[in-house]
């Protein structure tokens, strides 16, 4: 039994410090305290022995820079290169459109800290706390969340129209085309408050103004495009729906569909509509003519 203390000891040890997270080098410092400790107490010196060159032999790289960096950690990132999937065209140009904010620091493996403290605090607008206080609450005391998942599965139909007569669609949309030109903390204050009532109408406000064609439009559309859509986007004469995954060809549905089912409640019917079936999820209501903008968008790239 005096054999098999240091090694479960040092087992133990290993488990307590995953699970509390502890450094590698306090990991380290307890691993060989516990050693010691085994071996004043009465355990076997040659395993004790064994245990602490076990222990050094995976502490001693890993703790040293010099030795980590590129005898460990270069190989495995290589490794880890090889078996990462290639990038898509539309993955790649994902990665290339946007900037990087702070967020940057944070992959660095150092930030600076100060960068965050020195940026601004963001502020609501007189205009975006009004539509707070006012379509945004009122959005909230006309919804009915067991009547919409469970009774109708679609908004009412008076929900939709105050969203669309008051412009929740066009959050994003500048005001030039006719949108609220809000913020990105207004944006997230809408929908934080949606949200707390009712998931359904917070995703059903919050794709078109995130995943949905305008953003697309906004920094790849042609001036023609952006003219004729954005407008129609912001007040709701066309509702864009989302697919999530590569540009697929596609042909219109086969009837005109004037429904206005919630997002999660669309994707059966829409993938039972598109040649080829679509397998990822398909994220806002449906208007073939804004999807098939989302597509031309990427041929007037090429």
């Not at 699970?19 to 010196?45: F, Q």
């Not at 406000?205 to 042609?222: C, I, K, R, W």
């Amino acid at each position: 039994m005096s054999i098999a203390i240091p090694f479960i000891a040092l087992l133990l040890v290993g488990a307590i410090a995953a699970y509390h997270r502890l450094r590698l080098p306090v990991w380290a410092a307890l691993s060989a305290t516990v050693l010691v400790a085994a071996w004043m107490l009465g355990a076997n010196g040659a395993a004790t022995l064994v245990a602490g060159l076990l222990l050094a032999l995976v502490a001693v790289p890993l703790l040293l820079p010099q030795i980590r960096l590129p005898f460990i950690t270069a190989p495995l990132l290589k490794f880890y290169t090889r078996i990462l999937p290639t990038l898509s065209e539309t993955e790649q140009v994902a990665l290339e459109a946007g900037t990087v904010g702070f967020e940057g620091e944070l992959f660095s493996g150092k930030p600076d800290w100060h960068v965050l403290l020195d940026q601004p605090r963001p502020m609501l607008t007189a205009q975006e706390q009004a539509f707070l206080d006012g379509p945004v609450e009122q959005l909230c005391r006309m919804t009915n969340d067991w009547e919409i998942t469970h009774v109708l599965a679609d908004l009412p139909p008076e929900m939709w129209e105050f969203i669309k007569t008051n412009r929740f669609f066009g959050m994003i949309v500048p005001k030039e085309y006719g949108g609220l030109g809000f913020s990105a903390l207004a944006n997230h204050k809408v929908i934080q408050k949606l949200s707390s009532i009712s998931s359904v109408v917070s995703s059903t406000v919050g794709v078109p103004n995130s995943l949905g064609p305008a953003e697309l439009l906004m920094h790849y559309g042609t001036q023609e495009q952006k003219d004729h859509y954005l407008p129609r986007l912001a007040n709701g004469r066309e509702v864009p729906w989302h697919q999530d995954g590569e540009y697929w060809p596609m042909r219109p549905l086969a009837k005109p569909s004037t429904s206005t089912r919630p997002p999660a409640l669309m994707q059966r019917r829409l993938c039972s509509k598109i040649s080829p079936p679509i397998t990822s999820k398909i994220t806002s209501a449906p208007r073939p003519s804004v999807s098939a903008l989302t597509r031309s968008l990427k041929l007037s790239r090429e």
